[in-house]
C-alpha cells in the first residue's frame, strides 16, 4: 500500500484480514495521511487518542500483520512482468540524505497516494507567510503551530471553511473568508438531499462555527495580491465577475502577516504513471486522474488505486474506495474467493456510490473559470521553482508557438524545478489555454517524471550497481 | 518579545523540554517531534532561503513537502524539506542563499 491516508489505512486493513502480507508505505512520520493529520510522533506527552483508522492501523502493526514505513518515499518504480511480483519500487527516506534506501518487490500494490492543493498564482503569493490552506491545517494539526497571528483564508472550496474555523478556533485572528464562487452559484447546485443531510449537517456546523467568531465570508472574492518586506503584510482583496476576473475599483486592503489559499484539490498521478496506469481528465474537474474499474483495478494488472487518487471523493469515499482496493488486491492474491469479495465489498460499494455522489454535487458548486489570469502581473512568478514569470509562459505561446505543455517546459523552465510542475501545471495548462485558443493536448506531461523526488546521485547509482536489477531500468536512470 | 504560534494544551500538544538549534546565528526554540520549518515559524521566522535568479525570500508554502520551497541546509546536508525535518537540539540550519554557487 502506498500512502496511509484514510483510504491506503483501510485498504491494508482489509488486506491484512484476508491474509496478505501487506507493507504500508507513507511520507508522513505518523499514518493518517493528510484528513487524519495526527500529531507528531514525540510531539505529544499526553496519552491523546489517535482517530479510529490510525488505531486500527496502530494495532495491526503491534500485531505484526502489517508492517508500515513511516517517513519513506517511493522514488522510481518499474514493472516487470517476467518475474512473479512484478512491481519493483525504490525506497528512499524523506530526510534526503542516503538513509533508508531499499528495493522492495510487490505481487500487488494498491495506490493511494492522495491529493495536493490547487494553487494558483497571483502577485506575491511568492512571499513567506503565504502558504495554502492545507499546509496552514498541516502545520495546526501535525505541529500545534498557527501559521500567523492574523490571516486571510481563500481560494475556492468547501475545504476553505473547516480551516478557517480550526484556525479561528486556534486563536488566529481570521480577518475573512474570500470564495471566488457566488452566493448565488452555491446555493443553486448545494446537494440539499436527505441522502447527503450527514455532510450537509457538517456544513452548517463549520458556518457556526464562523459565524459565532464573526468571521466574514465573501463570495464572489479573491485574494488577488499579497505585498510585503520580506514575508506578507497586507493582501488586496477584490470582487469577482462570473469568470473570476477581477472588477475595477473593488480592490481593498487587509493587513495580515498570513494568507491560506488553495484552490481544491489535484491528484498526485506521478508513481501509478510509473507503474503503468492509464491516466484521464477526471470529470469533475479535468485533473489527470488514475482510470479505476468498479474493483478499482486500474489498467496496470495486479495495480489498484483508491481514495483522492482516483477523483476527489473525500475522506469515507476515500475510504470505502481504498477497502474494496484492498479486497480486489486479496482476490488477486489469491486469499480469498470472488463470493467472499462479493459479500465484503456489498457495503462497501454502496457507501462508495453515496460519497462519490456527494462528491460530484459538490464539484456542481464550484466551477473554475480562468479570469482568476486577469490578477497577473507580467512579472508574476508562475513557476515557483524556476521562477519563471507570466510574461515569458505567455510569449513562449504567441511568440514561439509552444502550445503544449511539453514545448513550454522546455523553451520556459517551467516544471523543471523541484516540485516538478506540481505547484504550476494548472497556471501553466491555463495559460496556454488563452494565449493559443486551446487547451494543450497534454495536460498530464508536467505532472510525469521517472524520478519522484529529488535523491542523490548515489542513490542511483546504489541501483544501477545491483547485479539483480535488469539492465533496462539502470540504463534508463543513468540517462536521465 | 518574539512571537509564539504555539498552541498550547488542551488545544496543541503537551510538549516535552525545549531545546535550541542554531538558525543562521540565531538561536531557535524547539520541543522533541517539531519540525525544523514549524519551530522557525512558531518563532516568527518565515524567510527560510532566497531564490537563485531574484534572490526573492521564500518559507513554508505547501507544509507537506510537495513544493520544495522551504529547503535548508541542516548540519552541512544541503536542501532538506524544513516542513518535513525533525528539529534535534544543536542543529545548525543555514538559510540557502540561491545566488551564491556553493
Known amino acids: 500500500m502506498v500512502g496511509a491516508g484514510p483510504a491506503g489505512m483501510a485498504a491494508a486493513a482489509q488486506a491484512a484480514t ?83 534506501s531499499a528495493t522492495i518487490r510487490a505481487r500487488a500494490v494498491v495506490l493511494a497516494t492522495g491529493a495536493t492543493d490547487r494553487v494558483l498564482p497571483f ?21 500545534g503551530i498557527r501559521v500567523g497571528d492574523r490571516a486571510v483564508v481563500g481560494g475556492s472550496g468547501a475545504f476553505l471553511l473547516p480551516v478557517a474555523a480550526d484556525l479561528a478556533a486556534a486563536g488566529c485572528d481570521v480577518r475573512e473568508v474570500v470564495e471566488a464562487q457566488g452566493l448565488r452559484c452555491l446555493m443553486r447546485h448545494l446537494p440539499a438531499s436527505w441522502r447527503h443531510r450527514a455532510r450537509l449537517f457538517e456544513g452548517g456546523q463549520l458556518a457556526w462555527r464562523l459565524a459565532r467568531r464573526r468571521v466574514p465570508f465573501h463570495a464572489r472574492s479573491a485574494v488577488t495580491a499579497a505585498a510585503g518586506d520580506g ?27 498570513a494568507a491560506c489559499i488553495s484552490f481544491g484539490f489535484v491528484p498526485q498521478i506521478g ?11 477526471e470529470p469533475l474537474w479535468d485533473d489527470p486522474a488514475v482510470i479505476v474499474d468498479h474493483r478499482q483495478a486500474t489498467t496496470s494488472p495486479g495495480v489498484f488505486a483508491g481514495g483522492e487518487l482516483t477523483g476527489v471523493t473525500g475522506s469515507d469515499g476515500a475510504a470505502a474506495e481504498g477497502a474494496i482496493a484492498g479486497l480486489a488486491a486479496a482476490v488477486a492474491l489469491g486469499r480469498i474467493d470472488e463470493a467472499a469479495f462479493a459479500a465484503r465489498t456489498r457495503a462497501l460499494r454502496k457507501l462508495r456510490a453515496v460519497h462519490r455522489a456527494f462528491a460530484t454535487a459538490l464539484a456542481a458548486m464550484y466551477r473554475r473559470p480562468d479570469g482568476w489570469l486577469d490578477w497577473l502581473t507580467d512579472d508574476t512568478v508562475v513557476c515557483r521553482c524556476e521562477e519563471v514569470s507570466f510574461a515569458t509562459v505567455r510569449e513562449a505561446v504567441t511568440a514561439l508557438e509552444a502550445t503544449d505543455l511539453r514545448s513550454v517546459k522546455l523553451t520556459t523552465r517551467c516544471g523543471m524545478g523541484y516540485c516538478q510542475g506540481r505547484m504550476c501545471r494548472d497556471a501553466v495548462a491555463a495559460i496556454v489555454t488563452r494565449a493559443a485558443g486551446r487547451a494543450p493536448r497534454d495536460t498530464p506531461a508536467l505532472s510525469l517524471t521517472p524520478v519522484l523526488t529529488p535523491v542523490p546521485l548515489a542513490r542511483i547509482a546504489e541501483v544501477a550497481d545491483d547485479p539483480d536489477e535488469p539492465r533496462h531500468v539502470s540504463g534508463r536512470c543513468a540517462r536521465r | 518579545m518574539p512571537p509564539d504560534q504555539r498552541l498550547s494544551p488542551p488545544a496543541g500538544p503537551e510538549r516535552g523540554p525545549v531545546f535550541t538549534f542554531l538558525f543562521a546565528d540565531v538561536q531557535v526554540h524547539a520541543h522533541a517531534g517539531e519540525t525544523i520549518g514549524a519551530a522557525l515559524l512558531a518563532d516568527g521566522i518565515t524567510a527560510l532561503r532566497s531564490t537563485r535568479f531574484a534572490g526573492r525570500p521564500r518559507g513554508l508554502f505547501c507544509g507537506i513537502g510537495s513544493c520544495f520551497d522551504c529547503l535548508v541546509t541542516v548540519n552541512g546536508v544541503p536542501n532538506l524539506r524544513a516542513c518535513l525535518t525533525p528539529a534535534a537540539p544543536g542543529d545548525r540550519v543555514q538559510p540557502q542563499d540561491g545566488r551564491r554557487v556553493a
Open chain 1, 231 to 257: 514575508r506578507v503584510e497586507q493582501v488586496t482583496i477584490s470582487r469577482l465577475d462570473r469568470s473570476w476576473g477581477p472588477l475595477p475599483g473593488t480592490d481593498r486592503t487587509v493587513a495580515v502577516d
Open chain 1, 18 to 100: 484476508a491474509g496478505c502480507e501487506v507493507t504500508v508505505i507513507d511520507t508522513y512520520p505518523a499514518p493518517g495521511g493528510q484528513y487524519h493529520r495526527t500529531v507528531a510522533p514525540g510531539l505529544d506527552r499526553s496519552a491523546a487518542h489517535p482517530p479510529e483508522p490510525v488505531a486500527a492501523l496502530n494495532a495491526l502493526v503491534a500485531a505484526g500483520r502489517v508492517t508500515l514505513r513511516s517517513g519513506t518515499t517511493i522514488w522510481t518504480a518499474g514493472v516487470d512482468r517476467e518475474v512473479a511480483a512484478p512491481f519493483r519500487l525504490h525506497l528512499t527516506g524523506v530526510g534526503g540524505s542516503l538513509t533508508g
Open chain 1, 123 to 143: 502577485p506575491g503569493w511568492d512571499l513567506p507567510g503565504v502558504v495554502t490552506a492545507g499546509g496552514a491545517q498541516a502545520l495546526l494539526k501535525g505541529q
Open chain 1, 271 to 281: 508513481l501509478a504513471a510509473l507503474l503503468g496506469c492509464g491516466v484521464e481528465p
